[in-house]
Structures are given as C-alpha cells and as structure tokens.
C-alpha cells in the first residue's frame, strides 16, 4: 500500500458503492478471512472491542494481504490514540461521537503532522521507525504522510446532526459516518434502529450531507436495511459485523438441529 495516497478516497472514486463490515471478533484470522471474501473495506472496531494496539497491529498485517481497505475505529477523539493508530500503519480513521465542528478541529489536528500550508496546526508527534513509514523505506515519510490519511468523522446523536454541515466544513474531514446505534439510544429507542425516528434522521443525513460534497456512510445489521441506505444516497456502507453474521448462522444450524436432537434423546438411545 502506498502510504501517500489515501485507499479509501481510491474506493470512493469507483463506480460502485464500497461495502464493508464491522470486525468485532479482534482476530487476524477473522479479519483476513472477511478480506478473502471481498469486502472493500473493515472497520477494526478500538472502541468496543477489547483489542490493544499490537493485537491491532495484526489485524492490519492480515488485512494487508487481501483487497480491503481497513478503518480503524478509535476508541476516543484523543491525539495520543490517533499517533499510536496512525504510527502502526492504519490509513483511514473513523472518530466516535464528535458532536461539534471544534471536536472535528481536534480530529484533523491530531492526524497531520506540522507543516507549512495547513489552515491550522497539526499536533501528530513524529517518530521515524514504524510501519506506516515503511520501517523508514518511504521516503520523506513526514512530509508527505498528511495527503495519505482519510478521517471519517461519526454523528451519534441528534445534536451532532443538527451541526452536521458546520462539522463537514472542517477542512480535512474527508467523510461524515452516522452511527446508527448511538443515535438510537439518544432518540429513547436504543438498540432499535429500524424505528422510524432512527430512519428518518439517517434518511435526512443522508439528503443534507450530499448538499455538502462530503461523501456520507453508515452501518446496518441486514442487506435490506443496507440497500435503503444506498437507495437514500449512502456514498458507503457496512453490514452487520463478522460476530453478527457468525452468531446469524450458528443460531440457523442450532435452531435447525434441535429437533432432530430432541428425538434422539427422547428415544433412550442415550
């Protein structure tokens, strides 16, 4: 991967709209094996998911021997979180629950390293020696790595949505990612994002942030919630998680067993 020129703004630029999935198991081996099936892009999850750097560090290793694009999700807005995702190598970051375009400021900040030019000052502490720099084989590293970050910039309640064309104005927030679990919690619906209110708001997301030119994406736990999102203008989307689609499945087969099981037991063959 070339670590100037930003993997995800290439999969905007495609014709069709990118899909993803969450990885909330916070293995390589999952994380790979999405990767083979052709997702474009994988949200390695730092914020609900109880992986560290190194264990994200792996994740990122196995991701790079497949076609897909990784976001990392950090688990806060805070700078030293951003240096540490960045200096391992993650290229495109997602930002949780930023409410206000100064919280959109700080982002952007803590993704750019100082440098001449910029509207203003970035705060990313540089260290030579590390993945995203190719272990130093990438030359002039630190004056050139700005270009090649994409920030996504997550909307999670109905007050950051309010403020959602003041946020995407920030200069360099690439990418606006409405959260729809959150939002559902703040809408006094938590957990049910299928509630009309929920669609209404990630519908008019959707319709306020084209106005904008900023692309817009969003997560939804099954392909008929997703494919309404990308009828309303989604520039990309993610359907449910790696845990979600395996839980899916093992329920299917369990629920489709059980019978069968029962007569086994009841026949006293046991």
Not at 140 to 160: C, H, S, V
Request: glycine share 10%; aromatic share 8%; charged share 20%.
């Amino acid at each position: 991967m070339d670590p100037f020129t930003s993997p995800f703004k290439t999969l905007l630029g495609q014709p069709q709209v990118p899909l993803g999935t969450w990885l909330m198991s916070g293995t390589p081996a999952t994380a790979e094996a999405m990767g083979c099936i052709g997702f474009d892009w994988l949200v390695v999850d730092m914020e609900h998911v109880p992986i560290d750097y190194k264990d994200a560090y792996h994740i990122l290793q196995a991701i790079a021997g497949t076609k897909s694009v990784p976001v990392v999700r950090l688990a806060w807005n805070d700078p030293v979180l951003v240096k540490r995702a960045l200096d391992i190598g993650a290229q495109t970051l997602m930002f949780p629950f930023v409410q206000n375009a100064e919280e959109a400021r700080k982002a952007v900040a803590a993704t750019r390293y100082p440098a001449e030019g910029e509207p203003f000052p970035g705060t990313r502490g540089y260290a030579a020696m590390h993945r995203a720099s190719r272990y130093t084989t990438a030359a002039d590293y630190g004056k050139r790595a700005n270009g090649g970050i994409f920030r996504m910039i997550q909307l999670e309640t109905p007050a950051a949505l309010e403020r959602l064309e003041e946020i995407a104005a920030v200069d360099g927030v690439d990418a606006i990612f409405m959260g729809p679990g959150d939002l559902s919690s703040a809408m006094g619906v938590i957990g049910n994002v299928g509630h009309a209110s929920v669609q209404g708001a990630l519908k008019d997301a959707a319709e306020r942030c084209r106005k904008t030119g900023k692309p817009i994406g969003t997560v939804g736990p099954t392909p008929e919630m997703v494919q309404d999102f990308i009828s309303w203008g989604y520039s990309f989307v993610a359907v449910a998680s790696d845990m979600g689609m395996m839980m899916r499945q093992a329920n299917q087969f369990f629920s489709a067993l059980k019978p069968a099981l029962a007569k086994k037991l009841g026949s006293g063959a046991y």
